[in-house]
């Protein structure tokens, strides 16, 4: 770490024209813009980090100023401090926040999938106070599962389930393979984790927390590409009784993102045949969004 900055892991897909920034989700790797990345290269120069605490990049405190100093810090080391970010999921909301502390500098940015819980009201037909009480179990939940280190067989199970989501998604194997094993790390103690590990884990998720996506999109100047999943995420054992929260929250996405493109001519909404792992499962239809929005 250099005065609070992280040097990020970079991957330089290479390629002429104007600069692509591409940012992955939480507990995500740059290897997921692996199928996504070659279809930009003919247009565009294309980069994709990991983002601090993730993948190979170095560990530190994780705040948003932090993080977005880091993207700062990449795009000034390569020359390229007008890049247009792309992110998914978490990637997607840095990329709105990067946009929205260099205007007149960032062209945009686009935003796939990356809404976070969402506010109560969101969620169509169902009381508020209900929707309050799931979110904080879900919450919960993620956050026990985060940043844990892995039991004796636990990088073998996590391969196994990556057979089977291969097989549900239509996803080449070797793409789920690639960000589990650069999302692992092993410790001091010789087992395998999670990254990031669980206190900068749980640092994110409150950061995460803390947003509200649409105040974000109202606040930023620039043009908005804000992209929603069309299909349902595969069912998680255990966690069915959430489906229909879920499913009341992407009516209320799809509602408040109308109405949002309807009051800004510059905000374009589309949605993508796909679940929430759009860049693994439909990369051909994520990178012709991407080309047809930046500059």
Request: glycine share 10%; net charge negative.
């Amino acid at each position: 770490m250099t005065k609070d900055r992280s040097a990020l892991a970079v991957h330089d897909h290479g390629g002429d024209g104007p600069p692509l920034l591409l940012l992955h989700g939480a507990g995500r790797t740059l290897a997921d813009w692996a199928a996504v990345a070659p279809m930009l290269v003919h247009r565009h120069r294309v980069l994709a980090v990991d983002l601090r605490g993730h993948g190979r990049s170095p560990s530190g405190t994780w705040s948003l100023p932090e993080v977005l100093r880091d993207l700062d810090a990449v795009l000034d080391e390569c020359g390229i401090p007008d890049a247009l970010p792309v992110g998914h999921s978490l990637g997607g909301l840095l990329a709105v926040l990067h946009a929205l502390e260099h205007p007149g500098v960032a062209p945009g940015a686009v935003n796939l999938d990356g809404y976070g819980w969402g506010r109560p009201d969101q969620y169509v037909d169902l009381d508020p106070g209900y929707v309050g009480e799931r979110l904080a179990e879900l919450r919960d939940l993620v956050a026990w599962m985060s940043g844990r280190a892995l039991p004796h067989d636990g990088l073998k199970d996590l391969l196994a389930q990556q057979r089977v989501l291969s097989e549900r998604l239509g996803v080449p194997y070797e793409l789920l393979e690639a960000g589990i094993l650069r999302a692992t790390h092993r410790r001091a103690d010789g087992r395998l984790e999670l990254r990031p590990e669980r206190e900068h884990a749980l640092e994110m998720l409150a950061a995460i927390d803390s947003l509200d996506p649409f105040a974000l999109f109202r606040r930023t100047p620039q043009p908005l590409l804000l992209v929603r999943a069309l299909r349902p995420d595969p069912p998680v054992p255990g966690t069915d009784r959430y489906d229909g929260l879920m499913a009341a929250f992407a009516k209320g996405l799809a509602r408040d993102l109308a109405e949002l493109a309807e009051q800004r001519p510059d905000v374009t909404v589309a949605g993508i045949d796909a679940t929430h792992a759009m860049p693994l499962e439909n990369p051909r239809a994520v990178a012709d969004l991407i080309l047809g929005f930046a500059p």
